[in-house]
C-alpha cells in the first residue's frame, strides 16, 4: 500500500537532513517547479517532493473526480504520503492552492507538522464585499471555466505570463504555459473548479500548527490585502510581504523565497 501511495504521487526523497520538508505545488504545476529553492534546504532537511494525483508524473489512473472535487482530497493526498514515509515533525511547504490544502490537512493533524510555509496564499478567490477581496468576481472565475472548456491552449498562453507576472524573462511564463499543457484538460478544469470556488477562511482559525504567510507583490492571483487577511485570521502566523512580483516567487526569485524561508525557521522574524 505504501509503494502504492508513494508511485501514484511520484514520490522523490531527497537532502541530508533527518527533519521532513515537503513541498506541496501549486494548480497546474508540478514538483519540478521547486528546483530552484530544495538545493538551499537539502544539507539540512530531507526534502520531499511529490505530484498531486493528476499532475506531473502521478499515476492518473489512480485520478478519481468524486475525490477530487474539492480540496479535502489532495490534502488526504498530503497526509497518505506523510503516512507512507512514516514521516513526523513536518515543514509543509505549499504554494498558492496548496497552502489551503496544507492547512486542511495541518487542521485535521496537527501532530504531525512543526510549521506550515504559505507561498501566496488565498483562503478565498472570490470578492465577498464588504469585507473580503479575494480579487475575482463568480462571472470571472465562471469564464475562465468556459475558456478552459472551449480554447484550453488559449487559456494558457493568455493566462500563464499574466501569473508569472514577470515579462523580463519570458522563458518563466512560458513553462508554466507548457506545465499547463501538459495536463489533462479535463482534470485541470475540475482542479480549477475546486481551487477558485472553494472557501477556507473559517479553517484558518482552527490552524494550531505555527505558520509563515509569504505575500508577493503585484499578485493577480492573490493580491494585495489576502495575506494580510490569512495573517490576521490565522493564529500563531507570521507575515512576509516580499519584493518578488507575480504568483510564483520560487521560480521567478528563489533567493528571497529561500532567504525569507531560512529566517522563519531559524527563528528570526522576517
Not at 515537503?22 to 514538483?31: E, I, M, S, V
Not at 469564464?143 to 472551449?150: A, G, K, Q, R, V
Not at 478544469?189 to 503585484?218: G, H, I, K, Y
Request: aromatic share 8%; net charge negative; proline share 6%.
Amino acid at each position: 500500500m505504501n509503494a502504492d501511495i508513494l508511485s501514484r504521487n511520484h514520490v522523490r526523497v531527497l537532502g541530508r537532513g533527518t527533519q521532513p520538508m515537503l513541498f506541496a505545488h501549486g494548480f497546474g504545476c508540478d514538483q519540478n517547479m521547486w528546483r530552484f529553492v530544495t538545493p538551499a534546504f537539502e544539507d539540512d532537511y530531507k526534502i520531499v517532493l511529490f505530484d498531486y494525483v493528476g499532475a506531473g508524473k502521478s499515476d492518473l489512473s489512480a485520478y478519481n473526480a468524486e475525490r477530487y472535487s474539492d480540496l479535502n482530497g489532495y490534502a488526504e493526498d498530503i497526509l497518505e504520503i506523510c503516512d507512507a514515509l512514516e514521516l513526523q515533525d513536518v515543514i509543509l511547504v505549499g504554494h498558492s492552492v496548496s497552502s489551503m490544502t496544507g492547512v486542511l490537512a495541518a487542521v485535521k493533524r496537527p501532530s504531525l507538522f512543526a510549521h506550515l510555509i504559505m507561498v501566496g496564499p488565498s483562503p478565498r478567490y472570490l470578492n465577498d464585499p464588504p469585507d473580503y477581496v479575494g480579487g475575482f468576481e463568480r462571472t470571472d472565475i465562471e469564464d475562465l471555466l468556459h475558456t478552459m472548456e472551449t480554447n484550453y491552449i488559449g487559456w494558457a498562453n493568455f493566462l500563464a505570463p499574466a501569473i508569472m507576472n514577470n515579462p523580463d524573462r519570458p522563458e518563466l511564463g512560458k513553462e508554466l504555459e507548457e506545465s499547463f499543457c501538459s495536463t489533462d484538460p479535463v482534470i485541470a478544469r475540475r482542479f480549477a473548479e475546486a481551487t477558485f470556488f472553494s472557501d477556507n477562511r473559517r479553517d484558518l482559525q482552527n490552524l494550531s500548527v505555527p505558520s509563515l504567510v509569504m505575500q508577493c507583490s503585484d499578485d493577480m492571483i492573490a493580491p494585495d490585502g489576502v495575506g494580510r487577511y490569512v495573517h490576521e485570521h490565522t493564529p500563531g502566523s507570521e507575515l512576509s510581504v516580499l519584493a518578488a512580483t507575480g504568483h510564483c516567487p520560487h521560480m521567478s526569485h528563489p533567493d528571497e523565497t529561500t532567504a525569507v524561508m531560512k529566517a522563519y525557521l531559524s527563528g528570526v522574524r522576517t
